[in-house]
């Protein structure tokens, strides 16, 4: 059952996969490729600073519990098991698991020469888990979209009376301000094997919306306002809906120089 997991979600015909060993004799190579080079046109040059598209993607697989078989006969490869049609395997697999990980599928960030910035991200994961043991396999899918915007307000003035009578203090620096909105799509499947049963146990609907303004006082001292809002659907009876929001101001000292 182990090649046949493994040929299900490589997407590869069972016929080609080895059984002579479990484990892999060469990893999958992880990538992370960056195009940056949009900027050389000299159409786009003249409007962005920066112009990226990106894409990354990285795999795990893992054998989290494995024995060699007594029984195994190398003579006879092709010994079943008396009360099945199963093959009698150099090793026992019990619990294999892998990852796979589109960190982003696509990806585009950008600065214009107007100080505006954006980012669109699509992201793509899941992760499986095979339990030999119990026949059970748990199946975690995951999508993302994330959009982001920024913008630096240059030399930006402003002034703060002193209520005591002292002198007004005057600050002209850079305001920086940055929104992000995403929506993520989790949702866990556990399949019972034996049972041809699937059920989701735990998954959501996520939109999030972050919003913040930076602003140097001094070379030490960073004002900041944020505003964060986290909307939560799930997908099981059992859990409700909900919904945090939180915002304010922070004052944050740097002793790093």
Do not use: C
Not at 87 to 116: A, C, H, R
Not at 155 to 177: A, E
Not at 201 to 212: I, P
């Amino acid at each position: 059952m182990y090649y046949s997991f493994l040929a299900a979600y490589s997407g590869k015909d069972a016929g080609k996969i080895g059984i002579s060993n479990p484990f892999p004799g060469f990893p999958m190579p992880n990538w992370r490729v960056t195009f940056s080079g949009l900027t050389n046109i000299k159409a786009l040059g003249n409007i962005f600073r920066g112009f990226n598209i990106s894409h990354g993607y990285r795999s795990l697989l893992s054998i989290n519990a494995w024995k060699t078989n007594v029984i195994y006969d190398p003579e006879n490869p092709g010994k079943t098991f008396d009360n099945s049609n199963n093959f009698v395997n150099q090793y026992d697999v019990g619990v294999v698991s892998f990852i796979e990980q589109y960190s982003p599928l696509i990806g585009i960030d950008f600065t214009m020469k107007n100080s505006l910035g954006g980012k669109l991200e699509y992201k793509k994961s899941r992760s499986v888990v095979m339990s030999f043991v119990n026949n059970q396999l748990t199946e975690i899918d995951s999508k993302e979209v994330v959009i982001g915007l920024s913008y630096r307000l240059r030399g930006l003035k402003f002034s703060v009376g002193n209520f005591m009578g002292g002198k007004t203090k005057k600050y002209n620096t850079d305001l920086n301000l940055k929104l992000d909105v995403g929506l993520r799509d989790n949702k866990t499947i556990l399949r019972r094997i034996d049972e041809s049963t699937n059920q989701i146990s735990a998954g959501s609907k996520q939109f999030t919306l972050n919003f913040s303004a930076d602003y140097n006082l001094s070379q030490s001292l960073q004002l900041r306002a944020y505003f964060n809002m986290n909307k939560n659907a799930p997908y099981i009876s059992s859990q409700l809906a909900n919904a945090t929001t939180s915002g304010g101001f922070t004052l944050r000292f740097n002793l790093a120089q």
